[in-house]
Protein backbone atom coordinates (compact mmCIF):
# COMPACT_ATOMS: atom_id res chain seq x y z
CA UNK A 1 0.00 0.00 0.00
CA UNK A 2 2.97 2.01 0.57
CA UNK A 3 4.30 1.72 -2.81
CA UNK A 4 1.00 2.30 -4.28
CA UNK A 5 0.53 5.98 -2.77
CA UNK A 6 3.94 7.04 -3.82
CA UNK A 7 2.98 6.18 -7.24
CA UNK A 8 -0.36 8.10 -6.95
CA UNK A 9 1.14 10.87 -5.24
CA UNK A 10 4.18 10.84 -8.16
CA UNK A 11 1.63 10.38 -11.07
CA UNK A 12 -0.78 13.28 -9.73
CA UNK A 13 2.49 15.74 -9.04
CA UNK A 14 4.04 15.05 -12.76
CA UNK A 15 0.46 15.86 -14.23
CA UNK A 16 0.31 19.21 -11.96
CA UNK A 17 4.09 19.95 -13.72
CA UNK A 18 2.12 19.71 -17.08
CA UNK A 19 -0.94 20.94 -16.48
CA UNK A 20 -2.07 24.92 -16.49
CA UNK A 21 -4.27 27.46 -14.05
CA UNK A 22 -5.27 31.03 -14.07
CA UNK A 23 -2.47 32.95 -12.44
CA UNK A 24 -2.93 36.01 -10.73
CA UNK A 25 -1.58 39.59 -12.86
CA UNK A 26 0.86 40.36 -10.27
CA UNK A 27 2.51 36.98 -10.85
CA UNK A 28 5.72 36.67 -12.97
CA UNK A 29 6.49 33.40 -14.89
CA UNK A 30 10.18 33.75 -13.36
CA UNK A 31 8.59 32.56 -9.93
CA UNK A 32 5.95 30.15 -10.96
CA UNK A 33 8.44 27.76 -13.50
CA UNK A 34 11.03 26.63 -10.66
CA UNK A 35 8.06 25.32 -8.89
CA UNK A 36 6.82 23.01 -11.72
CA UNK A 37 9.97 21.75 -12.44
CA UNK A 38 11.27 20.98 -9.01
CA UNK A 39 7.93 18.43 -8.96
CA UNK A 40 9.49 15.99 -10.74
CA UNK A 41 13.28 15.25 -8.90
CA UNK A 42 11.31 15.76 -5.76
CA UNK A 43 8.76 13.06 -6.76
CA UNK A 44 11.34 10.90 -7.62
CA UNK A 45 13.76 11.56 -5.05
CA UNK A 46 10.25 10.39 -2.41
CA UNK A 47 9.99 6.99 -5.12
CA UNK A 48 13.29 6.24 -4.64
CA UNK A 49 13.88 6.56 -0.79
CA UNK A 50 11.36 4.49 -0.58
CA UNK A 51 12.02 1.66 -2.58
CA UNK A 52 15.54 2.20 -1.10
CA UNK A 53 17.77 3.00 -4.29
CA UNK A 54 18.84 6.40 -5.62
CA UNK A 55 18.35 7.90 -9.39
CA UNK A 56 21.63 8.06 -11.41
CA UNK A 57 22.01 10.76 -13.96
CA UNK A 58 22.72 14.30 -13.16
CA UNK A 59 19.62 16.17 -11.55
CA UNK A 60 18.44 19.33 -13.94
CA UNK A 61 18.70 22.32 -12.73
CA UNK A 62 17.33 24.80 -14.61
CA UNK A 63 19.33 27.51 -16.59
CA UNK A 64 19.66 31.16 -15.17
CA UNK A 65 18.79 33.86 -17.35
CA UNK A 66 21.85 35.82 -18.95
CA UNK A 67 23.54 38.29 -16.61
CA UNK A 68 23.78 41.44 -18.17
CA UNK A 69 21.69 41.11 -21.42
CA UNK A 70 19.85 43.90 -22.72
CA UNK A 71 17.98 44.70 -25.78
CA UNK A 72 20.20 47.63 -26.69
CA UNK A 73 23.00 49.53 -25.79
CA UNK A 74 21.03 52.75 -25.03
CA UNK A 75 16.96 52.01 -24.63
CA UNK A 76 14.70 54.47 -26.72
CA UNK A 77 11.89 55.14 -24.12
CA UNK A 78 9.63 56.33 -26.79
CA UNK A 79 8.84 57.66 -30.35
CA UNK A 80 7.36 60.82 -30.99
CA UNK A 81 3.86 61.72 -32.54
CA UNK A 82 3.89 61.79 -36.53
CA UNK A 83 0.39 63.39 -36.34
CA UNK A 84 -1.35 60.84 -38.85
CA UNK A 85 -3.31 58.29 -38.62
CA UNK A 86 -1.15 55.13 -37.51
CA UNK A 87 1.56 57.27 -36.56
CA UNK A 88 0.41 58.39 -32.77
CA UNK A 89 3.63 58.38 -30.64
CA UNK A 90 4.16 55.55 -28.34
CA UNK A 91 5.88 55.06 -25.00
CA UNK A 92 7.62 52.03 -23.63
CA UNK A 93 6.68 50.91 -20.32
CA UNK A 94 9.83 48.45 -18.69
CA UNK A 95 8.86 46.22 -16.79
CA UNK A 96 5.10 46.22 -17.67
CA UNK A 97 3.65 43.25 -18.32
CA UNK A 98 2.02 41.46 -21.76
CA UNK A 99 -1.57 41.60 -21.65
CA UNK A 100 -2.94 37.83 -22.11
CA UNK A 101 -5.01 39.19 -25.04
CA UNK A 102 -2.84 41.17 -26.36
CA UNK A 103 -4.73 41.95 -29.38
CA UNK A 104 -7.25 43.86 -28.00
CA UNK A 105 -5.11 46.90 -27.75
CA UNK A 106 -5.67 47.54 -30.71
CA UNK A 107 -9.14 48.20 -30.08
CA UNK A 108 -10.68 46.49 -33.10
CA UNK A 109 -13.73 44.14 -32.57
CA UNK A 110 -13.00 42.58 -36.46
CA UNK A 111 -9.52 41.59 -35.29
CA UNK A 112 -11.07 40.04 -32.23
CA UNK A 113 -13.75 38.48 -34.02
CA UNK A 114 -11.02 36.83 -36.65
CA UNK A 115 -8.42 35.89 -34.16
CA UNK A 116 -11.85 33.88 -32.49
CA UNK A 117 -12.03 32.05 -35.58
CA UNK A 118 -8.63 31.45 -36.60
CA UNK A 119 -8.18 29.78 -32.41
CA UNK A 120 -10.98 27.74 -32.83
CA UNK A 121 -10.88 26.45 -36.11
CA UNK A 122 -7.20 26.46 -37.62
CA UNK A 123 -5.87 22.44 -37.47
CA UNK A 124 -2.41 23.65 -36.05
CA UNK A 125 -4.17 24.28 -32.97
CA UNK A 126 -5.75 20.90 -32.88
CA UNK A 127 -2.96 19.16 -34.17
CA UNK A 128 -0.75 20.82 -30.83
CA UNK A 129 -3.18 19.71 -28.09
CA UNK A 130 -3.13 15.84 -29.99
CA UNK A 131 0.82 15.86 -29.80
CA UNK A 132 0.14 17.60 -25.81
CA UNK A 133 -2.00 15.03 -24.73
CA UNK A 134 0.45 11.96 -26.38
CA UNK A 135 3.37 13.26 -24.45
CA UNK A 136 0.86 13.44 -21.07
CA UNK A 137 -0.43 9.99 -21.59
CA UNK A 138 2.79 8.63 -22.64
CA UNK A 139 3.98 10.03 -18.90
CA UNK A 140 0.85 8.58 -17.67
CA UNK A 141 1.90 5.14 -19.15
CA UNK A 142 5.52 5.05 -17.93
CA UNK A 143 4.62 6.31 -14.37
CA UNK A 144 2.52 3.01 -14.03
CA UNK A 145 5.94 1.28 -13.81
CA UNK A 146 5.81 1.96 -10.54
CA UNK A 147 3.91 -0.41 -9.22
CA UNK A 148 3.65 -4.18 -9.97
CA UNK A 149 2.23 -5.92 -12.68
CA UNK A 150 -0.26 -9.19 -12.77
CA UNK A 151 -0.82 -11.47 -15.38
CA UNK A 152 -3.72 -14.21 -15.35
CA UNK A 153 -3.52 -17.46 -17.11
CA UNK A 154 -6.18 -20.11 -17.53
CA UNK A 155 -5.09 -23.21 -19.51
CA UNK A 156 -6.54 -26.80 -20.38
CA UNK A 157 -4.50 -28.91 -21.74
CA UNK A 158 -4.45 -32.61 -23.01
CA UNK A 159 -1.35 -34.71 -22.92
CA UNK A 160 0.13 -37.82 -24.06
CA UNK A 161 3.65 -38.81 -21.50
CA UNK A 162 5.75 -41.37 -23.32
CA UNK A 163 6.99 -43.82 -20.59
CA UNK A 164 10.33 -44.11 -22.29
CA UNK A 165 10.92 -40.70 -20.10
CA UNK A 166 10.41 -42.44 -17.56
CA UNK A 167 12.62 -45.50 -18.10
CA UNK A 168 9.83 -47.76 -19.25
CA UNK A 169 9.72 -49.89 -22.23
CA UNK A 170 5.89 -49.05 -22.38
CA UNK A 171 5.70 -53.45 -22.90
CA UNK A 172 4.24 -53.96 -19.58
CA UNK A 173 1.27 -52.19 -17.99
CA UNK A 174 2.26 -49.21 -15.68
CA UNK A 175 1.45 -47.90 -12.60
CA UNK A 176 0.73 -44.44 -13.74
CA UNK A 177 -1.37 -43.30 -17.01
CA UNK A 178 0.50 -41.75 -19.42
CA UNK A 179 -2.83 -39.83 -21.37
CA UNK A 180 -4.27 -36.44 -19.22
CA UNK A 181 -5.45 -33.93 -19.23
CA UNK A 182 -4.33 -31.39 -16.81
CA UNK A 183 -6.29 -28.12 -15.91
CA UNK A 184 -4.18 -24.90 -14.96
CA UNK A 185 -5.04 -21.09 -13.59
CA UNK A 186 -2.35 -18.64 -11.68
CA UNK A 187 -1.89 -15.52 -11.06
CA UNK A 188 2.09 -14.09 -11.87
CA UNK A 189 3.15 -10.96 -9.84
CA UNK A 190 5.98 -9.01 -10.99
CA UNK A 191 7.75 -6.09 -9.87
CA UNK A 192 10.99 -4.34 -10.95
CA UNK A 193 11.84 -2.11 -8.15
CA UNK A 194 13.82 1.07 -9.55
CA UNK A 195 17.31 0.47 -7.49
CA UNK A 196 19.34 3.12 -9.86
CA UNK A 197 16.40 5.46 -10.92
CA UNK A 198 15.66 4.28 -14.52
CA UNK A 199 11.83 4.12 -14.30
CA UNK A 200 12.19 7.94 -12.28
CA UNK A 201 14.76 9.21 -14.93
CA UNK A 202 12.41 7.77 -17.95
CA UNK A 203 9.38 9.54 -16.23
CA UNK A 204 11.23 12.36 -15.48
CA UNK A 205 12.34 12.78 -19.34
CA UNK A 206 8.36 12.29 -19.98
CA UNK A 207 7.26 15.27 -18.17
CA UNK A 208 9.82 17.16 -19.54
CA UNK A 209 8.35 16.11 -22.82
CA UNK A 210 4.98 17.24 -22.17
CA UNK A 211 6.29 20.46 -21.18
CA UNK A 212 8.02 20.52 -24.31
CA UNK A 213 4.69 19.95 -25.90
CA UNK A 214 2.88 22.22 -23.79
CA UNK A 215 5.18 25.30 -25.13
CA UNK A 216 4.76 23.76 -28.91
CA UNK A 217 1.28 24.80 -28.08
CA UNK A 218 1.76 28.15 -26.81
CA UNK A 219 4.20 28.91 -29.58
CA UNK A 220 1.50 27.72 -32.07
CA UNK A 221 -1.45 29.54 -30.34
CA UNK A 222 1.06 32.60 -30.72
CA UNK A 223 2.31 32.70 -33.85
CA UNK A 224 -1.33 31.77 -35.21
CA UNK A 225 -2.57 34.54 -33.21
CA UNK A 226 0.63 37.05 -34.78
CA UNK A 227 -0.27 36.06 -38.06
CA UNK A 228 -3.79 36.51 -38.26
CA UNK A 229 -3.26 40.24 -37.22
CA UNK A 230 -0.23 40.90 -39.06
CA UNK A 231 -2.37 39.47 -42.45
CA UNK A 232 -5.39 41.83 -41.58
CA UNK A 233 -2.67 44.59 -41.58
CA UNK A 234 -1.10 43.76 -44.83
CA UNK A 235 -4.59 43.37 -45.88
CA UNK A 236 -5.43 46.81 -45.21
CA UNK A 237 -2.45 48.27 -46.11
CA UNK A 238 -2.67 46.85 -49.78
CA UNK A 239 -6.35 48.15 -49.50
CA UNK A 240 -5.29 51.54 -48.75
CA UNK A 241 -2.45 51.23 -51.45
CA UNK A 242 -5.47 49.95 -53.82
CA UNK A 243 -7.75 53.16 -53.08
CA UNK A 244 -4.97 55.77 -53.15
CA UNK A 245 -3.41 54.04 -56.58
CA UNK A 246 -7.38 54.18 -57.82
CA UNK A 247 -7.81 58.12 -56.60
CA UNK A 248 -4.95 59.32 -58.55
CA UNK A 249 -5.77 57.01 -61.78
CA UNK A 250 -8.91 58.62 -61.66
CA UNK A 251 -7.29 62.44 -61.63
CA UNK A 252 -5.27 61.02 -64.09
CA UNK A 253 -8.15 60.94 -66.50
CA UNK A 254 -9.85 63.97 -65.56
CA UNK A 255 -6.49 65.44 -66.40
CA UNK A 256 -6.22 63.90 -69.81
CA UNK A 257 -10.06 64.74 -71.03
CA UNK A 258 -9.04 68.44 -70.21
CA UNK A 259 -5.39 68.14 -72.03
CA UNK A 260 -6.93 66.38 -75.00
CA UNK A 261 -10.08 68.86 -75.01
CA UNK A 262 -7.38 71.47 -75.25
CA UNK A 263 -5.32 70.04 -77.70
CA UNK A 264 -8.58 70.05 -79.93
CA UNK A 265 -8.60 73.38 -79.51
CA UNK A 266 -5.11 73.86 -80.32
CA UNK A 267 -4.00 75.29 -77.00
CA UNK A 268 -1.84 72.80 -75.82
CA UNK A 269 0.72 70.06 -77.55
CA UNK A 270 0.25 66.61 -78.64
CA UNK A 271 3.14 65.77 -76.38
CA UNK A 272 1.63 67.06 -73.31
CA UNK A 273 -1.43 64.86 -74.22
CA UNK A 274 0.66 61.75 -74.73
CA UNK A 275 2.85 62.53 -71.74
CA UNK A 276 -0.46 62.54 -69.70
CA UNK A 277 -1.96 59.69 -71.72
CA UNK A 278 1.66 57.45 -70.62
CA UNK A 279 1.26 58.65 -66.88
CA UNK A 280 -2.18 57.05 -66.94
CA UNK A 281 -1.26 54.12 -68.20
CA UNK A 282 1.70 53.62 -65.76
CA UNK A 283 -0.61 54.15 -63.14
CA UNK A 284 -2.76 51.68 -64.16
CA UNK A 285 -0.48 49.06 -64.77
CA UNK A 286 0.54 49.19 -60.80
CA UNK A 287 -3.41 48.45 -60.10
CA UNK A 288 -2.84 44.79 -61.26
CA UNK A 289 0.15 43.75 -58.69
CA UNK A 290 -1.39 45.58 -55.76
CA UNK A 291 -4.86 43.58 -56.61
CA UNK A 292 -2.84 40.50 -57.12
CA UNK A 293 -0.62 40.97 -53.53
CA UNK A 294 -4.19 42.02 -51.79
CA UNK A 295 -5.72 38.71 -52.95
CA UNK A 296 -3.11 36.47 -52.31
CA UNK A 297 -3.05 38.07 -48.35
CA UNK A 298 -6.90 37.03 -48.05
CA UNK A 299 -5.74 33.62 -49.41
CA UNK A 300 -3.37 33.58 -46.87
CA UNK A 301 -5.74 34.81 -43.99
CA UNK A 302 -8.22 32.21 -44.79
CA UNK A 303 -5.89 29.47 -44.27
CA UNK A 304 -5.41 31.26 -41.11
CA UNK A 305 -8.86 30.96 -39.97
CA UNK A 306 -9.74 27.89 -41.15
CA UNK A 307 -11.52 28.68 -44.30
CA UNK A 308 -11.46 27.86 -47.94
CA UNK A 309 -10.57 30.41 -50.28
CA UNK A 310 -14.47 30.42 -52.13
CA UNK A 311 -15.46 30.92 -48.21
CA UNK A 312 -13.80 34.90 -47.80
CA UNK A 313 -16.78 37.21 -46.56
CA UNK A 314 -15.06 40.16 -46.93
CA UNK A 315 -14.06 40.76 -43.25
CA UNK A 316 -11.44 43.66 -43.41
CA UNK A 317 -9.93 46.23 -41.31
CA UNK A 318 -9.27 49.73 -41.90
CA UNK A 319 -5.91 51.07 -41.46
CA UNK A 320 -7.07 54.74 -41.04
CA UNK A 321 -9.23 53.45 -38.28
CA UNK A 322 -7.04 51.40 -36.52
CA UNK A 323 -5.62 52.14 -32.97
CA UNK A 324 -2.46 52.70 -32.36
CA UNK A 325 -1.71 51.17 -29.02
CA UNK A 326 0.46 54.72 -26.93
CA UNK A 327 1.68 52.48 -24.13
CA UNK A 328 3.87 49.47 -24.94
CA UNK A 329 5.17 46.83 -22.28
CA UNK A 330 8.76 45.85 -22.27
CA UNK A 331 9.57 43.17 -20.15
CA UNK A 332 12.56 43.02 -18.11
CA UNK A 333 15.21 41.19 -19.82
CA UNK A 334 15.70 38.85 -16.53
CA UNK A 335 12.16 37.62 -17.70
CA UNK A 336 12.27 37.11 -21.10
CA UNK A 337 13.53 33.13 -20.84
CA UNK A 338 10.81 32.24 -18.34
CA UNK A 339 8.31 34.38 -20.65
CA UNK A 340 9.45 32.89 -24.50
CA UNK A 341 7.68 29.66 -25.45
CA UNK A 342 10.81 29.08 -27.76
CA UNK A 343 13.07 29.30 -24.79
CA UNK A 344 10.96 27.00 -22.53
CA UNK A 345 10.60 24.39 -24.93
CA UNK A 346 14.36 24.39 -25.59
CA UNK A 347 15.00 24.30 -21.32
CA UNK A 348 12.94 21.26 -22.01
CA UNK A 349 14.44 19.10 -24.15
CA UNK A 350 17.33 19.87 -22.53
CA UNK A 351 15.42 18.38 -19.39
CA UNK A 352 14.70 15.17 -21.54
CA UNK A 353 18.53 15.38 -22.42
CA UNK A 354 19.77 15.21 -18.54
CA UNK A 355 16.99 12.22 -17.84
CA UNK A 356 18.39 10.59 -20.76
CA UNK A 357 21.61 10.49 -19.57
CA UNK A 358 20.36 9.15 -16.03
CA UNK A 359 18.40 6.05 -18.39
CA UNK A 360 21.40 5.16 -19.79
CA UNK A 361 23.28 5.28 -16.54
CA UNK A 362 21.16 3.33 -14.89
CA UNK A 363 20.98 0.72 -18.09
CA UNK A 364 24.68 -0.02 -17.16
CA UNK A 365 23.31 -1.10 -13.50
CA UNK A 366 22.24 -4.53 -12.21
CA UNK A 367 18.95 -4.94 -12.25
CA UNK A 368 16.38 -6.72 -9.64
CA UNK A 369 12.86 -8.62 -10.13
CA UNK A 370 10.79 -9.86 -7.78
CA UNK A 371 8.55 -12.02 -8.83
CA UNK A 372 5.53 -13.99 -7.20
CA UNK A 373 3.31 -16.85 -8.56
CA UNK A 374 -0.17 -18.63 -7.36
CA UNK A 375 -2.66 -20.77 -8.48
CA UNK A 376 -3.68 -24.35 -8.98
CA UNK A 377 -2.71 -27.28 -11.22
CA UNK A 378 -6.02 -29.99 -11.74
CA UNK A 379 -6.59 -33.22 -13.73
CA UNK A 380 -10.49 -31.97 -13.80
CA UNK A 381 -12.16 -28.69 -13.28
CA UNK A 382 -14.06 -29.46 -10.21
CA UNK A 383 -10.85 -29.90 -8.58
CA UNK A 384 -9.10 -26.42 -9.48
CA UNK A 385 -8.59 -24.23 -6.56
CA UNK A 386 -9.06 -27.64 -3.96
CA UNK A 387 -6.49 -26.88 -1.12
CA UNK A 388 -4.22 -30.13 -2.57
CA UNK A 389 -3.95 -28.85 -6.16
CA UNK A 390 -2.81 -25.41 -5.24
CA UNK A 391 0.69 -24.02 -5.61
CA UNK A 392 2.74 -21.00 -5.32
CA UNK A 393 6.14 -19.74 -5.97
CA UNK A 394 8.43 -16.57 -4.87
CA UNK A 395 11.67 -15.37 -6.73
CA UNK A 396 14.07 -12.78 -7.18
CA UNK A 397 16.96 -12.20 -9.79
CA UNK A 398 19.71 -9.46 -10.14
CA UNK A 399 20.65 -9.49 -13.54
CA UNK A 400 23.03 -7.24 -15.40
CA UNK A 401 25.74 -7.61 -18.25
CA UNK A 402 29.27 -7.91 -17.29
CA UNK A 403 30.45 -7.48 -20.51
CA UNK A 404 29.70 -5.76 -23.97
CA UNK A 405 32.06 -4.27 -25.67
CA UNK A 406 31.75 -0.85 -24.37
CA UNK A 407 28.30 -0.80 -26.21
CA UNK A 408 26.30 0.31 -22.89
CA UNK A 409 29.47 2.89 -22.57
CA UNK A 410 29.11 4.36 -25.45
CA UNK A 411 25.56 4.84 -25.51
CA UNK A 412 25.67 6.38 -22.10
CA UNK A 413 28.44 8.87 -23.61
CA UNK A 414 26.00 9.70 -27.08
CA UNK A 415 23.12 10.91 -24.43
CA UNK A 416 25.81 13.34 -22.86
CA UNK A 417 26.55 14.95 -26.22
CA UNK A 418 22.86 14.67 -26.61
CA UNK A 419 22.82 16.82 -23.72
CA UNK A 420 25.53 19.06 -24.37
CA UNK A 421 23.96 19.82 -27.81
CA UNK A 422 20.72 20.26 -26.40
CA UNK A 423 22.36 22.81 -24.03
CA UNK A 424 24.21 25.33 -27.05
CA UNK A 425 20.63 24.80 -29.23
CA UNK A 426 18.99 26.41 -25.63
CA UNK A 427 21.92 28.67 -25.80
CA UNK A 428 21.21 29.63 -29.27
CA UNK A 429 17.58 29.95 -29.16
CA UNK A 430 17.93 32.68 -26.16
CA UNK A 431 20.22 34.79 -28.05
CA UNK A 432 17.53 34.93 -31.01
CA UNK A 433 14.83 35.63 -28.33
CA UNK A 434 16.66 38.39 -27.48
CA UNK A 435 17.52 39.45 -31.17
CA UNK A 436 14.04 39.65 -31.87
CA UNK A 437 13.09 41.83 -29.16
CA UNK A 438 15.84 44.43 -30.29
CA UNK A 439 14.86 43.90 -34.04
CA UNK A 440 11.43 44.97 -32.72
CA UNK A 441 12.48 48.09 -30.57
CA UNK A 442 14.58 48.98 -33.79
CA UNK A 443 11.92 49.02 -36.12
CA UNK A 444 8.91 50.44 -33.93
CA UNK A 445 11.72 53.53 -33.52
CA UNK A 446 13.15 54.05 -37.16
CA UNK A 447 9.73 53.09 -38.92
CA UNK A 448 8.16 55.87 -36.76
CA UNK A 449 10.64 58.71 -38.20
CA UNK A 450 10.03 56.70 -41.66
CA UNK A 451 6.59 57.99 -41.39
CA UNK A 452 7.41 61.48 -40.28
CA UNK A 453 9.30 61.60 -43.12
CA UNK A 454 6.40 60.19 -45.60
CA UNK A 455 4.18 62.41 -44.14
CA UNK A 456 6.35 65.07 -44.90
CA UNK A 457 7.37 63.83 -48.17
CA UNK A 458 3.59 63.37 -49.36
CA UNK A 459 3.16 67.16 -48.06
CA UNK A 460 6.10 68.64 -50.34
CA UNK A 461 4.86 66.42 -53.41
CA UNK A 462 1.15 67.68 -52.68
CA UNK A 463 2.58 71.32 -52.49
CA UNK A 464 5.41 70.92 -55.58
CA UNK A 465 2.04 69.65 -57.81
CA UNK A 466 -0.41 72.32 -56.92
CA UNK A 467 2.79 74.22 -57.47
CA UNK A 468 3.42 72.99 -61.26
CA UNK A 469 -0.46 72.82 -62.03
CA UNK A 470 0.16 76.89 -61.48
CA UNK A 471 2.98 77.36 -63.38
CA UNK A 472 1.60 75.54 -66.25
CA UNK A 473 -1.56 77.13 -66.60
CA UNK A 474 0.87 80.77 -66.33
CA UNK A 475 3.15 78.88 -69.09
CA UNK A 476 5.78 79.74 -66.84
CA UNK A 477 7.13 75.81 -67.19
CA UNK A 478 7.01 72.59 -69.07
CA UNK A 479 4.50 69.59 -68.71
CA UNK A 480 7.15 67.46 -68.41
CA UNK A 481 7.58 69.02 -65.00
CA UNK A 482 3.48 68.54 -63.62
CA UNK A 483 4.15 65.06 -64.96
CA UNK A 484 6.57 64.79 -62.87
CA UNK A 485 5.12 66.04 -59.92
CA UNK A 486 2.33 63.69 -60.41
CA UNK A 487 4.34 60.86 -60.62
CA UNK A 488 6.16 62.11 -57.05
CA UNK A 489 2.79 62.15 -55.80
CA UNK A 490 1.54 58.99 -55.92
CA UNK A 491 4.93 57.39 -55.01
CA UNK A 492 4.80 59.87 -51.68
CA UNK A 493 1.16 58.49 -51.23
CA UNK A 494 2.09 54.95 -51.64
CA UNK A 495 4.99 54.90 -49.23
CA UNK A 496 2.86 56.90 -46.90
CA UNK A 497 0.51 54.20 -46.61
CA UNK A 498 3.34 51.54 -46.34
CA UNK A 499 4.65 53.27 -43.68
CA UNK A 500 1.55 53.66 -41.21
CA UNK A 501 0.92 49.65 -42.18
CA UNK A 502 4.74 49.19 -40.44
CA UNK A 503 3.80 50.74 -37.30
CA UNK A 504 1.36 48.27 -36.87
CA UNK A 505 3.44 45.36 -37.77
CA UNK A 506 6.10 46.63 -35.46
CA UNK A 507 3.95 46.40 -32.60
CA UNK A 508 2.23 43.39 -33.37
CA UNK A 509 6.31 42.14 -33.71
CA UNK A 510 7.19 43.15 -30.55
CA UNK A 511 4.15 41.95 -28.40
CA UNK A 512 5.17 39.02 -29.93
CA UNK A 513 8.91 38.84 -29.16
CA UNK A 514 7.97 39.52 -25.66
CA UNK A 515 6.05 35.78 -25.33
CA UNK A 516 2.52 37.18 -26.36
CA UNK A 517 1.37 37.03 -22.88
CA UNK A 518 0.38 32.77 -22.66
CA UNK A 519 0.90 32.65 -18.80
CA UNK A 520 -2.18 35.54 -18.39
CA UNK A 521 -4.52 33.07 -20.38
CA UNK A 522 -5.58 29.53 -20.70
CA UNK A 523 -4.97 28.49 -24.09
CA UNK A 524 -5.49 24.41 -23.39
CA UNK A 525 -8.88 22.90 -23.85
CA UNK A 526 -10.03 19.34 -22.42
CA UNK A 527 -8.80 17.64 -25.80
CA UNK A 528 -5.12 18.65 -24.26
CA UNK A 529 -5.25 16.22 -21.36
CA UNK A 530 -4.48 13.10 -20.80
CA UNK A 531 -7.67 11.06 -19.46
CA UNK A 532 -8.05 10.17 -15.80
CA UNK A 533 -6.82 6.50 -14.74
CA UNK A 534 -9.40 5.14 -13.07
CA UNK A 535 -9.99 1.56 -11.65
CA UNK A 536 -10.97 0.12 -15.41
CA UNK A 537 -7.95 1.54 -16.97
CA UNK A 538 -5.95 -0.59 -14.30
CA UNK A 539 -7.42 -4.06 -16.26
CA UNK A 540 -6.01 -3.97 -19.69
CA UNK A 541 -9.00 -6.19 -20.47
CA UNK A 542 -11.45 -4.51 -19.03
CA UNK A 543 -10.09 -0.77 -20.67
CA UNK A 544 -10.29 -2.61 -24.23
CA UNK A 545 -13.65 -3.82 -23.79
CA UNK A 546 -14.89 0.18 -22.82
CA UNK A 547 -12.86 1.41 -25.42
CA UNK A 548 -14.54 -0.88 -28.34
CA UNK A 549 -18.02 -0.15 -26.97
CA UNK A 550 -17.40 3.82 -26.56
CA UNK A 551 -16.04 3.14 -30.47
CA UNK A 552 -18.98 1.06 -31.29
CA UNK A 553 -21.41 4.17 -29.53
CA UNK A 554 -19.63 7.11 -31.46
CA UNK A 555 -20.07 4.96 -34.79
CA UNK A 556 -23.61 4.73 -34.15
Given at each position: MARATIYFSAASRLRAGSGRRELDRDESPPE????????????????AATLGGCAVGPDFVEPAAPEGAGYARKLSKGVADSQTPGGVGQRLELGRDVPGEWWKLFRSKQISALIAEAVQNHPNIASAEAALRQARETLEADAASFLPSATGTSAVTRQQLSPAQYGSSGSSSSSFSTLYTLFNSNVAVSFTPDVFGKTIRTVEGDAAAAEYQRFQLEATYIALTANVVSAAITDASYAQQIKVTEGLVSDYRAQLDILQKRFDLGAVSLADVTSERTLLAQAEATLPPLQKARAQTRNQLMAYLGRFPNEDKGEAIDLENLHLPKDLPLSLPSKLVRQ??????????????????????????????????GGSQALTAAQLFSPQTMAYSLGASVSGQIFDGGG??????????????????YQGTVLTAFQNVADALQAIKHDAATLRAQVAAEKAAAESFQIAQIQYRAGSTTYPTVINSEQSLLNARLNRVKAQAARFSDTVALLQALGGGWWNRNDETPAARAKPTDPISMSPIAAALRAQAEESTNAH
Open positions: RAPAVRRAVPFVACAVRPDILAAESQLHQASANVGVATANMLPQLTLSASLFHKREAKVAAFEQAMAQ
